[in-house]
């Protein structure tokens, strides 16, 4: 089981208490740190959905279970991805956020002929799953791999 992140928000009613004062420049700060903790860990809970998905269609593909399900999975990986590449323009990764969507836009394509995927899509697929693998292990490592986590190369299949 997953470690949940605690996400620390500002008790400006404690904090007064304790005889700090906010001006407003110091309030909106920590209130958008307090706001970019919370959009990661929805980037952390959909980047655990997408790999679930994933890994769930590579199994399909490889044991040749190909019904309504896999194009019903397929289109909700395009949905979470768009989803996450919102997220990531709110948190202003530009280039995760582009992958996001351009990964999006190749899954539904594959939605449309599920049942005879290209070789190169199943691939794709593969390579989504690994990806999300490694990008889990590296946030509960806290440690990225050697490339730095740059997963851009993924966008060119």
Same mark, same amino acid.
């Given at each position: 089981?997953?470690?949940?992140?605690?996400?620390?928000?500002?008790?400006?009613?404690?904090?007064?208490?304790?005889?700090? /004062?906010?001006?407003?420049?110091?309030?909106?700060?920590?209130?958008?740190?307090?706001?970019?903790?919370?959009?990661?860990?929805?980037?952390? #809970?959909?980047?655990?959905?997408?790999?679930?998905?994933?890994?769930?269609?590579?199994?399909?593909? /490889?044991?040749?279970?190909?019904?309504?399900?896999?194009?019903?999975?397929?289109?909700?990986?395009?949905?979470?991805?768009?989803?996450?590449?919102?997220?990531?323009?709110?948190?202003?990764?530009?280039?995760?956020?582009?992958?996001?969507?351009?990964?999006?836009?190749?899954?539904?394509?594959?939605?449309?002929?599920?049942?005879?995927?290209?070789?190169?899509?199943?691939?794709?697929?593969?390579?989504?799953?690994? *990806?999300?693998?490694?990008?889990?292990? #590296?946030?509960?490592?806290? *440690? *990225?791999?050697?490339?730095?986590?740059?997963?851009?190369?993924?966008? *060119?299949?």
């Amino acid at each position: 089981p997953r470690r949940v992140k605690r996400i620390s928000v500002l008790n400006t009613l404690l904090e007064k208490v304790n005889g700090k /004062d906010f001006d407003k420049d110091s309030l909106k700060a920590a209130i958008d740190r307090s706001l970019e903790q919370v959009l990661q860990a929805q980037l952390d #809970s959909q980047s655990s959905h997408l790999g679930e998905l994933c890994e769930r269609l590579v199994h399909a593909y /490889d044991s040749r279970d190909i019904g309504d399900e896999v194009q019903s999975d397929l289109l909700s990986l395009a949905t979470v991805l768009q989803d996450a590449a919102a997220v990531a323009q709110r948190l202003k990764e530009a280039q995760l956020s582009a992958l996001c969507v351009s990964l999006s836009d190749n899954v539904t394509k594959m939605a449309d002929h599920y049942y005879e995927p290209m070789e190169r899509e199943l691939d794709l697929l593969r390579k989504i799953t690994t *990806a999300f693998q490694l990008a889990m292990d #590296s946030t509960q490592n806290t *440690a *990225a791999g050697p490339d730095g986590g740059d997963l851009s190369a993924l966008a *060119a299949t």
